[in-house]
């Protein structure tokens, strides 16, 4: 049976963030000719093929050949071009991994890194495929930004930043329609994290994809308990929102962290090691993939087993609230 | 400069980059003294680079992928003016730029290399760009034969051919000696010409100690239009120095105090000869 968590009435649905990624690609790419796509047989999965169709001169096609993509990309971006080199994120951040430390970071050449399909995007296609690593070893190279937007507004943003940005960023998107969380468009920022849902009785940090399940389950919470919980939509992994951190931890309320990504070294471990170094000692709760054979099927299905989820999420935070079910 | 003062310079930088690693007592001095006339010419005949304003878009670019013979590259460097030659009595030292692999903190330095495998694919990008902005400069890279089999080289290979980039000159250093062995014993690449031919590339084969050789391989592209272009440079590892050339143990080797007066007395009794 398929699963889906997207049934939410209250919020206006949207495009998979990877097809506003290539919509906002292509609009950019119309009015600078220095905007290329370099993509390793992925123009389809990356939705861009019209972008293809349309600027014929400004993709560049490797084949499937990871590391060359990301070096003939330090290439591109060190003559100039403002260079996205477009891959799944299960080979873009494995395969490539030596060229985006050496090539990119190391060397600062200005490249944007898109990793499609991210996460348990690709579901029952199964663990080659998965991503759930990238957070964690990017988050350790130097001058690397690491950016998840959660929806469609975040995603188009993320785009334009990145663009302008000259300095290299890995942006990292779902194939999944994404719900806009937050209609009032309020101001996007590399390093900020966005507040999408207010309350006080607890904060709920998460990133891509799992933010919409953490608004669901916020809701849940107040819909069911009268808890009102903060949703923040941390998009960006690295740097972290660190000022946003030390407001949160005032009060001490219990702080829950969501991630689209193995529990090790992704933003759960990066929103700890700050929180408790400051000191905090607030009820914590990380959820993501556990350090295990990941469990097969869809990606709701894989979110569904391991509670990132609205009634998995909901529930942490009734056991850190000491709520009785 | 003259052909016989560009036959000393070799001398020269060979003498230097023997200093620089004996002072260090670190470094890469095999494969430095078998790739350094490649420099010199490289940076003496052939580079359209100004050391006083090296970052200008239409500069040709010269990407060094086996990195690890930094030396080579430094006393070439500090020769033509991109730094003071003194600043490489710090080379490997605390808070030094001037470290074992080329970085982008020293002035002429393209892009930051030592992994290898590396330099090829940076190059297509360099190559496509240029082709795609109508821009007359071309793209060098070396490579050491000890790194062909890293399968980047291999799809970076593909894909010049595929673009046709006839901008871009890769020259092999091929002095058939890696850490292990021989590169036969430790994974034979034989039939380079034949293998690049075969995907698409316009090959030529010089002795890479010859200077004339070089200029005219390197000044005398594009080979065939459409085709980038394959220098296979046939080196001695160590070459210049007697009880250097051709032992492996030279691969990373740091000379003794006799061995380096030694060396400095052969390089200056060649360098009479010129």
């Given at each position: 049976?398929?699963?889906?968590?997207?049934?939410?009435?209250?919020?206006k649905?949207?495009k998979?963030?990877?097809?506003?990624?290539?919509?906002?690609?292509e609009?950019?790419?119309a009015?600078?000719?220095?905007?290329?796509?370099?993509?390793?047989?992925s123009?389809g999965?990356?939705?861009?093929?019209?972008f293809?169709?349309?600027?014929?001169s400004?993709?560049?096609?490797?084949?499937?050949?990871?590391?060359?993509?990301?070096?003939?990309?330090?290439g591109?971006?060190?003559?100039?071009?403002k260079?996205?080199?477009?891959?799944?994120?299960?080979?873009?951040?494995?395969?490539?991994?030596?060229?985006i430390?050496?090539?990119?970071?190391?060397?600062?050449?200005?490249?944007?890194?898109?990793?499609?399909?991210?996460?348990?995007?690709?579901?029952?296609?199964?663990?080659?495929?998965?991503s759930?690593?990238?957070?964690?070893?990017?988050?350790?190279?130097?001058?690397?930004?690491?950016?998840?937007?959660?929806?469609?507004?975040?995603?188009?943003?993320?785009?334009?930043?990145?663009?302008?940005?000259?300095?290299?960023?890995?942006?990292?998107?779902g194939?999944?329609?994404?719900?806009?969380?937050?209609?009032?468009?309020?101001e996007?920022?590399?390093?900020?994290?966005?507040?999408?849902r207010?309350?006080?009785d607890l904060?709920?940090?998460?990133t891509?994809?799992?933010?919409?399940?953490?608004?669901q389950?916020?809701?849940?919470?107040?819909?069911?308990?009268?808890?009102?919980?903060?949703?923040?939509?941390?998009?960006?992994?690295?740097?972290l929102?660190?000022?946003?951190?030390?407001?949160?931890?005032?009060?001490?309320?219990?702080?829950?962290?969501?991630?689209?990504?193995?529990?090790?070294?992704?933003?759960?471990?990066?929103?700890?090691?700050?929180?408790?170094?400051?000191?905090?000692?607030?009820?914590?709760?990380?959820?993501?993939?556990?350090?295990?054979?990941?469990v097969?099927?869809?990606?709701?299905e894989?979110?569904?087993?391991y509670?990132?989820s609205?009634?998995?999420?909901a529930?942490?935070?009734k056991?850190?609230?000491?709520?009785?079910? | 400069?003259?052909?016989?003062?560009?036959?000393?310079?070799?001398?020269?930088l060979?003498k230097n980059?023997?200093?620089?690693?004996?002072?260090?007592?670190?470094?890469?001095?095999?494969?430095?003294?078998?790739?350094?006339?490649?420099?010199?010419?490289l940076?003496?005949?052939?580079l359209?680079?100004?050391?006083?304003?090296f970052r200008?878009p239409?500069?040709?670019?010269?990407?060094?992928?086996?990195?690890?013979?930094?030396?080579?590259?430094?006393?070439?460097?500090?020769?033509?003016?991109?730094?003071?030659?003194?600043?490489?009595?710090?080379?490997?030292?605390?808070?030094?730029?001037?470290?074992?692999?080329?970085?982008?903190?020293?002035?002429?330095?393209?892009?930051?290399?030592?992994?290898?495998?590396?330099?090829?694919?940076?190059?297509?990008?360099?190559?496509i760009?240029a082709?795609?902005?109508?821009?007359?400069?071309?793209?060098?890279?070396?490579?050491?034969?000890?790194?062909?089999?890293?399968?980047?080289?291999?799809?970076?290979?593909?894909?010049a051919?595929h673009y046709?980039?006839?901008?871009?000159?890769?020259?092999l250093d091929?002095?058939?000696?890696?850490?292990?062995?021989?590169?036969?014993?430790?994974?034979?690449?034989?039939?380079?010409?034949?293998?690049l031919?075969?995907?698409?590339w316009?090959?030529?084969?010089?002795?890479?100690?010859?200077?004339?050789?070089?200029?005219?391989?390197?000044?005398?592209?594009?080979?065939?239009?459409?085709?980038?272009?394959f220098?296979?440079?046939h080196?001695?590892?160590?070459?210049?120095v007697?009880?250097?050339?051709?032992?492996?143990?030279?691969?990373?080797?740091?000379?003794?105090?006799?061995?380096?007066?030694?060396?400095q007395?052969?390089?200056?009794?060649?360098?009479?000869l010129?």
């Amino acid at each position: 049976m398929e699963l889906d968590i997207i049934e939410e009435k209250d919020l206006k649905m949207g495009k998979a963030n990877q097809e506003v990624f290539a919509e906002t690609l292509e609009g950019l790419a119309a009015a600078d000719r220095d905007i290329i796509a370099v993509t390793s047989d992925s123009r389809g999965s990356g939705k861009l093929v019209p972008f293809g169709r349309k600027f014929p001169s400004q993709i560049v096609e490797v084949g499937i050949a990871e590391q060359n993509l990301v070096g003939v990309a330090a290439g591109l971006a060190s003559a100039g071009k403002k260079a996205f080199a477009v891959s799944p994120a299960c080979f873009l951040t494995a395969r490539s991994l030596e060229q985006i430390k050496n090539d990119i970071a190391y060397s600062d050449n200005p490249v944007t890194l898109v990793g499609i399909s991210a996460g348990v995007s690709y579901g029952a296609l199964g663990t080659t495929h998965h991503s759930l690593h990238d957070f964690a070893v990017l988050r350790a190279i130097n001058n690397m930004m690491i950016v998840a937007p959660a929806d469609n507004f975040e995603t188009e943003q993320a785009v334009r930043f990145a663009a302008a940005l000259n300095k290299p960023v890995y942006l990292r998107f779902g194939k999944k329609a994404m719900p806009f969380l937050n209609e009032s468009n309020q101001e996007f920022e590399f390093g900020k994290g966005r507040i999408v849902r207010e309350g006080d009785d607890l904060t709920i940090i998460a990133t891509g994809e799992t933010v919409y399940p953490a608004w669901q389950a916020a809701k849940l919470l107040e819909d069911t308990h009268g808890v009102r919980a903060t949703v923040v939509s941390m998009h960006t992994v690295k740097p972290l929102d660190t000022e946003l951190l030390d407001t949160i931890i005032s009060g001490g309320k219990p702080i829950i962290t969501v991630e689209e990504h193995m529990v090790n070294g992704g933003l759960g471990e990066a929103c700890a090691s700050h929180l408790f170094q400051k000191g905090a000692r607030n009820p914590f709760q990380l959820i993501g993939i556990p350090d295990e054979y990941t469990v097969t099927g869809s990606q709701v299905e894989i979110f569904n087993h391991y509670g990132i989820s609205q009634e998995g999420i909901a529930n942490q935070a009734k056991v850190l609230l000491k709520i009785n079910q | 400069m003259t052909d016989r003062e560009l036959k000393l310079k070799s001398v020269l930088l060979r003498k230097n980059l023997l200093k620089y690693i004996y002072k260090a007592k670190a470094g890469h001095t095999g494969g430095s003294l078998s790739c350094i006339d490649i420099l010199n010419v490289l940076y003496n005949r052939v580079l359209k680079v100004d050391p006083a304003n090296f970052r200008t878009p239409d500069r040709d670019r010269y990407i060094q992928s086996k990195g690890h013979s930094v030396e080579a590259l430094f006393v070439t460097l500090a020769d033509r003016g991109f730094f003071p030659e003194s600043d490489l009595e710090t080379l490997c030292q605390y808070q030094s730029h001037y470290i074992g692999h080329p970085t982008r903190k020293v002035n002429g330095v393209e892009q930051n290399t030592g992994a290898l495998g590396h330099g090829l694919p940076i190059c297509v990008g360099e190559a496509i760009a240029a082709k795609l902005d109508n821009k007359e400069h071309r793209i060098f890279t070396l490579l050491g034969d000890g790194e062909l089999p890293e399968g980047s080289n291999w799809e970076a290979i593909l894909s010049a051919a595929h673009y046709k980039l006839d901008n871009l000159y890769a020259v092999l250093d091929n002095n058939k000696q890696q850490i292990t062995g021989s590169n036969s014993e430790v994974m034979n690449t034989d039939s380079v010409r034949e293998k690049l031919e075969a995907f698409g590339w316009a090959v030529r084969e010089v002795d890479g100690h010859n200077l004339e050789e070089l200029e005219a391989a390197l000044n005398n592209g594009p080979f065939e239009k459409g085709k980038p272009n394959f220098i296979i440079a046939h080196t001695t590892k160590g070459k210049g120095v007697s009880y250097m050339e051709g032992v492996i143990k030279w691969h990373h080797g740091v000379p003794s105090a006799e061995q380096f007066e030694l060396a400095q007395k052969e390089l200056d009794e060649a360098g009479a000869l010129i």
